[in-house]
Every structure is written in structure tokens, then in C-alpha cells.
């Protein structure tokens, strides 16, 4: 990487003191091609890294394999990220759904990513230099995004919810209403065979509490394991 942008990279280590931002790295790390730049990564060693965070925490990762393209591109297909301001994507991980989110920001939209484990945060600093990495829970979303001056367009999780205590989805989901602009949108994955779990039921009727408008996508296929998201519009107030 060069020094240059590993400067712009150390400015943004501390979130609460650096703006969202988003540059676009002229390394083609989209191409998933194995290099001796540590910026760029082949698909084995994301995949490697995804098993490893879910063996140090297996509850907070919750799937032992990084979502597909397919999966995030068919979240991404009813998002209008280029005209956006500001977007928001909650639990990245390894950056499944990162890669496509840049590659579609138009170049005045401001970007940043919350992401609780602190190996996957620096993973993601160096996979994207650039990239605003905020090192914090979701639940500190509303914080993050005050300081950007401006509300959320759209708000793009990589959580797994079907994991988390009811209290813990509140204090998330929260932050989240508290965050996203009137007309923005709020989109959430999960996965099919665990949408019968009492804790994905709890967390649909949360959303349809707090959005007016809930709906539910066909079940992507081309994912392990399948999948199903929820876009919701409409944030109600509380
Ligand atoms: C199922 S993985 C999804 C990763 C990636 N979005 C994908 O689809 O491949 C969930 C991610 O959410 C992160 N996470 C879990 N709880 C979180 C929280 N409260 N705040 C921020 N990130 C969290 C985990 O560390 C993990 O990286």
C-alpha cells in the first residue's frame, strides 16, 4: 500500500474524531486477485478470516460463511446508493456487501461502516484503504451518524439478528429510527431456514413496530445458507 494512503488510512482510525468519508482506492481490489499488496485479497484468504472471527465468536458473527455477491447485490438492487448522501452498513464483516456498496456510492455520498470485532475492523482497513471504520457496537449508531450533521439514506445490516437478546435488537433498532432520514430505508438480512425461530419472528414484528412499510424478498438461493432480507421504508417515530 502506499504511504500516502496509509496515512489517510491511520487518520480515520478514531471514529468519533473523523468525518465519514469515502475515497475510492485506485487498487483494484475488486478483482479478488491474490497480490503481495496486503490491500488486495483473494476470496480464500476473506473466507479463511470469516471462519476464524466466527470461532472467536460464534454468536456475533452467527454464520460460519461471508454472504455471496448474489445476496448482496439483490439487497442492493432497490437502493439508489449514487444519489444518496449518506450510507450506513451495520456488521460488515469481512466485506461481503462493502465491495458492492462501493462500487456503486455516487462520488458525493459520504460512507462508513460499524463493525464490533476488532480483527475483522483492521481486516477491513486494509482491504479498503480509505474506508471509514468505526470499531463500535451498532447500538452506538445514532452517535456516529450525529456527527456527520446529516441523517442516513440508507442503512444497509449485516447483523444477525436471529442471535441477539430481544433487548439488544431494541437498543439497535432504535438507534436506527433515531438515525435514518424520513425517507430513507433500512435493510436487513437473514437467514431462511432460521426465519421459524421464535427470536426471527420477534425480530420481524419489532420491524413492522417501527417502519409502516415491512417487506420481505423471495429467498436467495445462491447463498450459504439461502437467504431472505427485509426492506423497510417509512420509519415511524418513537
Ligand atoms: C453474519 S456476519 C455478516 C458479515 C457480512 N455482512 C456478510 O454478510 O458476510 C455478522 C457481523 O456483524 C458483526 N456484529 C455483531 N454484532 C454487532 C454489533 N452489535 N455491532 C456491530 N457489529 C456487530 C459481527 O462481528 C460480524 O462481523
Known amino acids: 500500500m502506499a504511504n500516502s494512503a496509509r496515512q489517510k488510512m491511520d487518520e480515520v482510525n478514531d471514529p468519533l474524531d473523523a468525518a465519514p468519508r469515502r475515497e475510492r482506492s485506485t487498487n483494484s481490489w475488486w478483482r479478488f486477485q491474490r497480490s503481495s499488496d496486503p490491500a488486495e485479497w483473494s476470496l480464500l484468504d476473506e473466507r479463511l478470516e470469516f471462519i476464524a472471527a466466527f470461532i472467536r465468536n460464534p454468536l456475533a458473527v452467527g454464520s460460519l460463511w461471508p454472504s455471496s455477491p448474489s445476496l448482496a447485490r439483490a439487497i442492493l438492487s432497490n437502493c439508489d446508493l449514487r444519489s444518496a448522501r ?5 456488521g460488515p464483516g469481512t466485506g461481503a456487501f462493502t465491495r458492492v456498496i462501493l462500487e456503486r456510492l455516487g462520488d458525493q455520498t459520504e460512507f462508513f461502516v460499524v463493525e464490533l470485532d476488532t ?20 447500538e ?23 442471535n441477539m437478546n430481544p433487548d439488544l435488537q431494541d437498543r439497535i433498532l432504535d438507534s436506527i429510527i433515531d438515525s435514518l432520514a424520513d425517507r ?10 432460521s426465519s421459524i425461530l421464535p427470536s426471527s419472528k420477534r425480530f420481524r414484528a419489532r420491524l413492522e413496530s417501527r417502519f409502516e412499510s415491512v417487506r420481505r424478498s423471495r429467498v436467495i438461493w445462491k447463498n450459504f445458507p439461502p437467504a431472505i432480507f427485509y426492506s423497510c421504508r417509512h420509519p415511524r417515530l418513537h
Open 140 to 162: 452506538n449508531l445514532a452517535r456516529h451518524v450525529g456527527k456527520t450533521g446529516q441523517k442516513a439514506d440508507f442503512i444497509i445490516s449485516g447483523l444477525p439478528w436471529a
Open 86 to 90: 449518506l450510507v450506513v452498513e451495520l
Open 119 to 138: 480483527s475483522c475492523t483492521g481486516q477491513l482497513r486494509r482491504r479498503f484503504p480509505g474506508l471509514h471504520v468505526v470499531n463500535d457496537s451498532a
Open 184 to 193: 430513507g430505508a433500512f435493510t436487513a438480512f437473514g437467514y431462511w431456514n
